[in-house]
C-alpha cells in the first residue's frame, strides 16, 4: 500500500527534544518534497518544516534554531528533529508529500500524500 507512515509522537516536559519520521511505503521519498503541519486544539492548521528533493530545507521562521528536518535515502525517511519544545508545540503534527511544482509552498490540499497524524504533548 502506498502511504506515508508516521512514528509515534509522544509526551516530554517543556524544554525537552522529542524526533518525529515518517517513511514512505510503496513508493520512494526521493522524487517527492516532504514536509510537516501540526494542528493544535481550536487552532489552525500550519506549516512546520519541509525538505525538498534536493535536501534543500525549509522551516518556518518562528521554529528556526529549534526543528530541523532532514532525510535519509538509504532508509526512504524523513526526520523532523524537535529541540527545546514548549507547551504551544502541542499539536498532532503531520507528514506530507508533494511531487509537484509548489513543493514545500503547497497548501494542504495540494500534497499528494499525508500522514496519519501523531500526537506531540508538551508539559509544563
Known amino acids: 500500500q502506498v502511504q506515508l507512515v508516521e512514528s509515534e509522537g509522544g509526551l516530554v516536559q517543556d524544554g525537552g527534544s522529542l524526533g518525529l519520521t515518517c517513511a514512505g511505503s510503496?513508493?520512494?521519498?526521493?522524487?517527492?518534497?516532504v514536509g510537516w503541519f501540526r494542528q493544535a486544539p481550536g487552532k489552525q492548521r500550519e506549516r512546520v518544516s519541509c525538505?525538498?528533493?534536493?535536501?534543500?530545507?525549509d522551516t518556518e521562521v518562528s521554529m528556526r534554531g529549534r526543528f530541523t528536518i532532514f532525510r535519509d535515502k538509504a532508509k526512504n525517511t524523513v526526520y523532523l528533529r524537535m529541540n527545546n519544545l514548549k507547551p504551544e508545540d502541542t499539536a498532532v503534527y503531520y507528514c506530507?508529500?508533494?511531487?509537484?511544482?509548489?513543493?514545500?509552498?503547497?497548501?494542504?490540499?495540494?500534497?499528494?500524500?499525508w500522514g496519519q497524524g501523531t500526537q506531540v504533548t508538551v508539559s509544563s
Open positions: 525538505i525538498y528533493q534536493d535536501g534543500v530545507e
Open positions: 506530507v508529500a508533494i511531487k509537484g511544482m509548489y513543493g514545500c509552498h503547497a497548501e494542504w490540499d495540494e500534497y499528494d500524500f
Open positions: 510503496g513508493f520512494s521519498l526521493d522524487y517527492y518534497a
